[in-house]
Structure formats: C-alpha cells, structure tokens
C-alpha cells in the first residue's frame, strides 16, 4: 500500500519568491494534515482538513500561508511570498479519521530552503 | 496548555547497550500517548501507542514504553540498541489548541537523536 506521498522533496528559492507543495494522503483517509518542522524540533500543526473542509488552521500564517484540498483527497500548501524564517521542512500526514486509536502517517516530507 | 518535554537531545550509545529516553506531558485526566520514530531519511512512523489498560506497552523493532501516571512520564526503552536504531525519536499528545484531547492535532515533544555506533 502507498504511503503518504509529498512533491516535491526538496526547494530551493530565493525570499519573495512564491513555493507550492503537494500532498497525496493514503487511499481512503478522510483526514488530511498539514504539519511544519523547524530544525531541531518536533513537528507543529499547521492545518488540518476533514474530506475538503478546513477544521482547524488555527496555526496557519494566512498573511502568506494558504492551502486547499480539493475533492478531498489531494492537497496543496502554498507560501507567497516566501520569508527566510520559512526555511523548514513541510509534513503531510493522513488518517482515516481523527477517532481515538487511529494512526496518523506521516509523508517524507519537502524541504524547504529560503535564501 | 498542553506541553511534552523530553528531557535528552542527543544520547550517544553503542550496541548492545540498554536505552531510555525521557517523555514527559504536563496534564492530568485521561492520556494518549505516542512515541514516532524518523529513521535517517525516512518519514515519521508510528513506534507505539498507549490508550488504556496495561501501562507496559510493547512497539515495533522491540521497543516499549511505560505510561507512570504518578510521574506524567511515558518513557522509551529497548534492552538492547542496534546501530539500525540510530534515528530521532519524538513523544506526542493528541491536545487540541483550546485545551483538552484532540485526535485532530498532535503535540510533539522536540525530539531526542539517537546515535547508536556499532
């Protein structure tokens, strides 16, 4: 079974400049996550998706952050203009739903470099 | 709010040597806890979970973890390290921003990096 897949894997891109990730959850999950890694610390919750409704972006910089999910199964997160302070590695996660027990797997993430 | 502290950054072993890394979470009632394991290079994989009932739970690869609820810990433990087991390890809590359990949001801890030299 196909994991979690994110494109593209690594960036490089001058400040200013607008990025766009994209995320393919595991088949059939209904719960999709957007989730930010700054160097030496654990992954924060950027914003979470049920089907194609946003149900907590709470912690999404919607000055320049923004993220759709389309038909519900694919994503994107997108950065205009980018800072250097965005220089982080980018985490989509899935699970089926957000019922106690379920898993939430992770993609391999795309980093991000900002210069 | 919500916090999980893990206490070791770095922690240096050499196989065969026994292994505990420190997870602590910060509020009483009814706790979930996760350990996540990210090998070099690789995505962030589930290593083992504990929701109720027995306080020893065993994971993947030989790991187990001890929810002490009197101490708030959750405490990561392989009798026996591998050089395969060198990776970053990572303790979370599903806790929402309003406060409580959220299954929706993860807190993770900042991570402790193994190094295992054969």
């Known amino acids: 079974e196909a994991g979690v897949v994110q494109s593209p894997r690594y960036k490089i891109i001058e400040k200013k400049q607008p990025v766009a990730f994209w995320c393919n959850p595991i088949s059939g999950h209904n719960t999709l996550y957007w989730y930010l890694q700054n160097l030496g610390q654990g992954p924060e919750l950027l914003i979470r998706?049920?089907?194609?409704?946003?149900?907590?972006d709470s912690q999404l910089p919607k000055d320049r952050f923004s993220a759709e999910r389309l038909k519900g199964v694919d994503s994107t997160l997108k950065i205009q203009p980018a800072e250097l302070g965005d220089s982080a590695v980018y985490l989509c996660?899935?699970?089926?739903?957000?019922?106690?027990?379920?898993?939430?797997?992770f993609g391999e993430g795309s980093w991000l470099t900002v210069v | 709010a919500q916090s999980v502290s893990q206490h070791n950054h770095h922690v240096i072993l050499s196989e065969a040597a026994s292994l505990e890394l420190g997870c602590n979470y910060s509020y009483g009632g009814t706790v979930n806890l996760f350990w996540y394991v990210q090998y070099p290079g690789q995505h962030l994989q589930l290593l083992l979970k504990?929701?109720?009932?027995?306080?020893l739970v065993k994971g993947i690869k030989g790991f187990e973890a001890e929810f002490i609820k009197s101490k708030f810990s959750f405490n990561l433990r392989k009798p026996s390290v591998q050089w395969s087991d060198t990776a970053e390890y990572f303790c979370?809590?599903?806790?929402?921003?309003?406060?409580?359990?959220?299954?929706?949001?993860?807190?993770f801890g900042q991570g402790t990096i193994l190094t295992v030299h054969p």
């Open positions: 979370a809590v599903p806790w929402g921003n309003a406060g409580g359990t959220s299954y929706g949001k993860l807190t």
């Open positions: 504990y929701f109720s009932g027995d306080p």
């Open positions: 998706y049920e089907n194609e409704e946003a149900v907590d």
């Open positions: 996660a899935s699970s089926l739903d957000t019922a106690p027990g379920n898993t939430i797997y």
